[in-house]
T-cell receptor, first 116, second 112 residues
Framework: ETGVTQTPRHLVMGMTNKKSLKCEQHLGHNAMYWYKQSAKKPLELMFVYSLEERVENNSVPSRFSPECPNSSHLFLHLHTLQPEDSALYLC???????????????FGDGTRLSIL | GDSVTQMEGPVTLSEEAFLTINCTYT??????LFWYVQYPGEGLQLLLKATKADDKGSNKGFEATYRKETTSFHLEKGSVQVSDSAVYFCALSDGSTDKLIFGTGTRLQVFP
């Protein structure tokens, strides 16, 4: 139990569907992250939120839309995805900026997304 | 920019063998260094960390020493078990935020 819960664990969707991934952290952290993990590629940081404000958006296509309604919840809204978007999507949290150096990130178990 | 380079896998070992997974980094400042482990079907878990030169991080029999002179943070374990089979990621943070830069990961397979 890492304190970071992601749902659903698996998702299969067509290219025209709209779905959302959910992440919830029970650690009292102030920063949350979305990563994409594809086979044979490095972990890709997609978005960073600090105190519910987006502080980083790494050239992610607009078909991925993040939302952070409060410091405990993070969503990734998906629409009109492509087959190359099939991957494991990982959420993480950390204490955040101002908490001092060397704070590790805590990861959820991920959502395995398959685009048909 | 900052980067992390790991040895390519898979690394295949017999149980009780000695493990080394190499990691080197490039950074302009004074980063903190981490090893994360990902077991099948799970997310990443922090394995160990080191925050300054010559620090040694250790956990579950794994060790890594922060070597500034060689910009390395190699992961070692004296006697691996089948349950250590996983993907290992080396990472650094720049120290001003919690943002991590990861290596590509090294898959370890341990056979009985």
């Amino acid at each position: 139990e890492t304190g970071v819960t992601q749902t659903p664990r698996h998702l299969v969707m067509g290219m025209t569907n709209k779905k959302s991934l959910k992440c919830e952290q029970h650690l009292g952290h102030n920063a949350m992250y979305w990563y994409k993990q594809s086979a044979k590629k490095p972990l890709e940081l997609m978005f960073v939120y600090s105190l519910e404000e987006r502080v980083e958006n790494n050239s992610v296509p607009s078909r991925f839309s993040p939302e952070c309604p409060n410091s405990s919840h993070l969503f990734l809204h998906l629409h009109t995805l492509q087959p190359e978007d099939s991957a494991l999507y990982l959420c993480a949290s950390s204490q955040g900026i101002g908490a001092g150096r060397n704070q590790p990130q805590h990861f959820g178990d991920g959502t395995r997304l398959s685009i048909l | 920019g900052d980067s992390v380079t790991q040895m390519e896998g898979p690394v295949t070992l017999s149980e009780e063998a000695f493990l080394t997974i190499n990691c080197t980094y490039t950074a302009t400042g004074y980063p903190s260094l981490f090893w994360y482990v990902q077991y099948p079907g799970e997310g990443l878990q922090l394995l160990l960390k080191a925050t300054k030169a010559d620090d040694k991080g250790s956990n579950k029999g794994f060790e890594a020493t922060y070597r500034k002179e060689t910009t390395s943070f190699h992961l070692e374990k004296g006697s691996v078990q089948v349950s250590d089979s996983a993907v290992y990621f080396c990472a650094l943070s720049d120290g001003s935020t919690d943002k991590l830069i990861f290596g590509t990961g090294t898959r370890l397979q341990v056979f009985p």
